[in-house]
């Protein structure tokens, strides 16, 4: 079972645009991260924000998590066409045992920018 | 730049046969993980292993899926029979060590399964 919910299913806009995806979940949490796919390939890791943290950029990127409502946003600035992917957040649980490491993955944000 | 390998990548079979993938994780790292991604949607986890011990299969169809990493380095996941059902991309990912420590995972490039 998937516990992220990723909003909007699919995204479409310009080249320069800025683009945001949004992703909630159910439980505790001990952080959240980034994910993107390119069609017919595997993932590749973003950014990672811990439960403690509430904002961080990496480049381009900037992640919010907001744990009083278990949810966080990913923002694309200055959207390039070679930005067109999938994007997934991942959840790490904090159950502990052989939970750790495991991620939880959402249903993803197909991005299409155009040029 | 290391990164995790996986053949083949692309397997087609007819239903009832036996197929197999191969991963070999970052060197290194002593966490590995099988997941399967249907068409649309994220990855789920099948299987995790820290080095050679198996912590996760709890979403293993464990009447036809089997993994093994008998080393604790490169791990083989197996169906047998195949069903019409378990087509999907098949991912290997692996992370630093230390089962504690929420690490990143590096995916390798996936196992398009098509079963026919």
């Known amino acids: 079972s998937q516990q992220g919910e990723e909003d909007p299913q699919a995204l479409s806009i310009q080249e320069g645009e800025n683009a945001t995806m949004n992703c909630s979940y159910k439980t505790s949490i001990n952080n959240l991260q980034w994910y993107r796919q390119n069609s017919g390939r595997g993932l590749v890791h973003l950014i990672l924000?811990?439960?403690?943290?509430r904002e961080k950029h990496s480049g381009r990127l900037r992640v919010t998590l907001d744990t009083s409502k278990k949810s966080s946003s990913l923002l694309i600035t200055a959207s390039r066409a070679a930005d067109t992917a999938s994007y997934f957040c991942a959840t790490a649980n904090n159950a502990g045992g052989t939970s750790y490491g495991k991620l939880t993955f959402g249903q993803g944000t197909i991005l299409t920018v155009h040029p | 730049e290391a990164e995790v390998a996986q053949s083949p990548r692309y397997k087609i079979t007819e239903k009832s046969q036996a197929v197999a993938f191969w991963c070999d994780p970052i060197s290194g790292h002593a966490t590995l993980y099988w997941y399967r991604q249907i068409l649309g949607q994220g990855p789920e986890l099948l299987v995790q292993f820290q080095d050679e011990s198996v912590v996760d299969d709890s979403q293993l169809p464990k009447d036809r899926f089997s993994a093994e990493r008998l080393k604790g380095v490169d791990s083989t996941l197996k169906i047998q029979p195949a069903e019409l059902g378990d087509s999907a991309m098949y991912l290997c990912?692996?992370?630093?060590?230390?089962?504690?420590?929420?690490?990143?995972?590096?995916f390798g490039p996936g196992t398009r399964l098509t079963v026919l």
């Open positions: 990912a692996s992370s630093p060590p230390s089962a504690r420590s929420y690490n990143e995972q590096f």
């Open positions: 924000i811990r439960s403690n943290e």
